[in-house]
DNA sequence: ACTACTACAAAGTACCACAGAGTAGTGGAG
DNA sequence: CTCCACTACTCTGTGGTACTTTGTAGTAGT
């Protein structure tokens, strides 16, 4: 699929979230996670910053563990606001989509 | 619903695509259309810069009328390339749409 | 050494928001 | 009759945010 970046902008950060969510794990998974899931052109660099600008936020915890197979690995899990977060992502996400789903289909 | 902007990005001008392939229509009532849709924060500056845009890409053709209470209208109407682009934004978009719900049931 | 794994920073780009200016017609106050 | 207010309508400049690109750099196993 053919250049998907501003269709993701605002939303790359809430799939981050739910990765985050899911289970506790790191920017170097979360991108292969990610392009597993069919968003293959999401590179480590989106993801770390949009990984700073979480904890920035306040909405992860953090913690850095050895990996032994490389560098040590920065862990993220969502804390209260960050759930918070996720759920104001998901209505927005359900009302985007709606509106456009009744737009499409010609609706008044 | 609070602040969309970020979630609209590289959506707000397929939309705008698909009302003018309902119906020849200008910025104005574009605008008051995706205000009744529910993206109540779209204003006409928004909507006149993505018309600006299909313009230069070509995807429209412009038609300028009176209007009889007001200034004149310029109307714009989807030609054959406004027609391809749009099936192009509605294959994105149901890529998108659907990897996302996968990441959301916690798919594979 | 080489490769895989992992984190990060800087510069660039695209899209939308905000705010304001400017044009054209109508209806009312004086 | 003129001026003003109001609505409809278009256009432009500035700015913010998010994602991309590109590159650096460090750790550990083969």
New interface residues.
């Given amino acids: ?2 250049d ?8 790359l950060e809430g ?1 981050v979230l ?2 985050i969510a ?1 289970e506790e794990t790191y920017g170097y998974a979360i991108t292969r996670r990610l392009n ?4 293959t052109d999401v590179v480590e660099g989106t993801v770390y910053t949009i990984l700073v600008r979480l904890e920035r936020n306040g909405l992860v915890t953090v913690a850095k563990r050895p990996s032994g197979v490389g560098p040590p690995r920065k862990f993220y899990a969502l804390n209260e606001a960050g759930r918070e977060e996720l759920a104001r992502f ?4 359900e ?6 789903a ?3 289909e ?3």
């Fill in positions: 699929m053919d998907l970046t501003e269709m993701l902008k605002g939303t799939c739910e990765i899911g597993e899931l069919g968003f998901w209505a927005k996400w009302y985007v989509t709606s509106r456009i009744k737009l499409r010609g609706g008044r």
